[in-house]
């Protein structure tokens, strides 16, 4: 089995004409989403060998990012984002790479702030499930990754049905958050949310238009988070530098390396 490791990436031109939310100037102020990919990919060679992970970056037509080490990066190119702003081309990335992308095995789709801190191989390998997504508190989808680890029509119909669900929402929800409520909304319907009641997220696997959607916690044994102030999660396969705490993605992606003696 290879697993995919999928970030996506656009290189922001605040002179294209595309309204973007306060949020992305702002990450994009300071953010060295370069650095990110890097340290993304090296880490994630820390844990697995070539036959058990691949690395692409998911991006429009003309973006590139320069490799440290001299390793082109693979590049999964998705038509007509030159207009979209940068979530709307998030989520229309996301919907190619897991309904059409041509890779074979299970796919990890994230964002770029991350760092790899164990083999995903057997965490996948040992769990039933077609879809992962991480709820926040319970309360909030966090699509810091999403696991897809079976590609069937199911699950086509489950990420189309989602992004038929994102441009429901108006214009202005759907700028920042709306990779996320748009997962969001298909919990409402199916009951793994309840509107009005915090923390009423259901963890576990739900059975959701034919697929069995496994809800982790954001903050968990697989998706680690600094949100409370700890920049490294020992225990964690993975970890998100999630918001203004990507100033300390250097310092975790440091411990991440020392703990494992590189």
């Known amino acids: 089995m290879i697993v995919n490791f999928i970030p996506f990436f656009k290189r922001k031109d605040f002179k294209d004409g595309v309204e973007e939310p306060d ?4 990450f994009n102020s300071f953010g060295k989403y370069d650095d990110y990919i890097n340290c993304y990919r090296t880490s994630m060679n820390w844990h697995h060998t070539p036959e058990q992970a691949k690395f692409y970056i998911a991006s429009d037509k003309g973006t590139e990012i320069k490799p440290e080490n001299n390793v082109p990066f693979n590049m999964i190119r998705v038509s007509d984002l030159k207009d979209k702003n940068i979530i709307e081309s998030k989520t229309l990335a996301e919907t190619h790479v897991f309904n059409e992308a041509d890779v074979d095995g299970p796919i990890v789709s994230s964002g770029c702030d991350h760092v790899v801190n164990g083999n995903f191989n057997k965490w996948i390998d040992k769990n039933d499930f077609d879809i992962a997504i991480p709820l926040r508190r319970q309360a909030k989808v966090n699509n810091a990754l999403v696991i897809l680890k079976n590609r069937n029509k199911n699950t086509i119909d489950f990420f189309n049905y989602r992004l038929e669900m ?3 929402l108006t214009k202005e929800s759907r700028a920042w958050y709306g990779d996320q409520k748009s997962y969001e ?7 793994v949310l309840t509107k009005g009641i915090k923390g009423s ?3 576990g696997l739900h059975n959701i238009m034919g697929c069995k959607v496994l809800t982790i ?3 968990g044994d697989v998706l680690g988070t600094n949100v409370d102030g700890q920049y490294f999660f020992p225990n964690a396969l993975f970890y998100d530098y999630k918001g203004d705490r990507k100033h300390q993605y250097q310092r975790g992606y440091n411990m991440a390396k020392q703990r494992i003696g590189k």
Do not use: A, M, T
């Open 166 to 168: 994102f441009y429901k």
């Open 201 to 203: 997220g259901k963890l």
């Open 23 to 26: 949020e992305v100037k702002h």
């Open 185 to 191: 909304s298909i919990f409402f319907e199916n009951g």
């Open 217 to 219: 916690p954001y903050g």
